[in-house]
């Protein structure tokens, strides 16, 4: 009877200590499947981060160069208006000294003239 007792004994400790290493080895395979996820995410996360960084950096540099392109439209049109009033102003002077002349007699009243100034 003592000799069943010590088998059992004996076995059970053998099984008791399998079972205790296969516990530690499965928790230290989980462990390890936890930190390769961790690492994983970690640096995904740390690659975004980045992307974000130049993504900003890229659209502040975009920014400054919309304000300078639209001070120089603002410019352009503004330069364009002005010299559309002065051809403007000519236009409106020639055609007074035109129409001067053509009631002195200095030049005939041609209706098909082309007495337009179009370049400066």
Known sequence: MMEIISNLSNK??????LIVLFVF?????YIKYLQ?????????LTKKIEDNKKLREDFLKAKE????????EKNKAAYQA??????????K????????????GVIKDE???N??????
């Open 93 to 104: 002077a020639t055609s007074k000294v035109k129409q001067e002349e053509i009631k002195r």
């Open 12 to 17: 059970s400790i053998v099984i008791g200590a």
């Open 115 to 120: 007495f337009v100034i179009t370049k400066f």
């Open 36 to 44: 390769y996820q961790v690492e994983t995410k970690s640096t995904a």
């Open 111 to 113: 209706k098909d003239s």
């Open 65 to 72: 160069e919309y304000v300078k392109e639209l001070e120089l």
């Open 82 to 91: 002005t010299t559309l009033k002065e051809i403007e102003q000519v236009i």
């Open 25 to 29: 080895a499965g928790m230290g395979a």
